[in-house]
């Protein structure tokens, strides 16, 4: 059975500069690769579903997100020895200035695409997952697909009164940490 945490990057992973692609930029937010390392540790995929509206707007290119996702992934490994399974990533908007980013789409979070690609190509069991975010359009979709666990960090978006007494509320990564009440039950999940 293949479980997945299913994580937002920005202001959940790593702090947003707005608009972040360059290496120099990287900071990841207090306690993530900690919890990281627990969640490899307990069997979850770890794979990032992120939407990259800079790509649409112009602000940066698909290679450019991809060298700072490597770079992501090598800086985990060498401080954990762990990596991110697998980064999905949408980069449509509706208003932005490339032609061919320019457009609605099932990709964009709040969107299922990606999720599903994701649970496709990992044959992931999604009762058995969960999905970490700063948004509540991180949260929906994973739950409109089945995935039950939900953390979200403190935001000032408005409570979606669906989802809102589904979700655990965190201040940040040491919050999410102390929720695993036991790693050995977290581990047989």
């Not at 990533?89 to 299922?112: A, D, F, L, M, Q």
């Not at 994701?118 to 739950?143: L, Q």
């Not at 809102?164 to 965190?170: A, C, E, L, M």
């Amino acid at each position: 059975m293949v479980k997945a945490a299913f994580l937002d990057r920005d202001d959940t992973l790593i702090k947003d500069i707005g608009y972040t692609f360059r290496t120099n930029d990287l900071v990841w937010k207090t306690n993530a690769i900690l919890a990281l390392s627990i969640l490899s540790f307990a069997g979850y995929r770890l794979i990032v579903i992120t939407n990259q509206s800079g790509i649409a707007r112009g602000y940066f290119t698909e290679k450019e997100m991809n060298t700072f996702h490597q770079y992501m992934n090598n800086d985990l490994k060498q401080k954990t020895g762990i990596e991110i399974d697998k980064f999905y990533h949408c980069p449509h908007h509706s208003k932005g200035n490339i032609k061919k980013y320019r457009k609605k789409c099932s990709c964009r979070k709040p969107g299922t695409k990606l999720y599903k690609k994701a649970i496709s190509d990992y044959d992931i069991n999604v009762s058995h997952s969960m999905v970490i975010g700063n948004n509540y359009s991180d949260i929906t979709p994973a739950y409109d697909l089945g995935v039950e666990t939900a953390y979200l960090f403190k935001n000032d978006n408005k409570a979606d009164a669906h989802y809102s007494n589904k979700v655990v509320h965190v201040k940040n990564w040491t919050e999410v940490i102390k929720n695993i009440e036991n790693i050995s039950d977290f581990v047989s999940k």
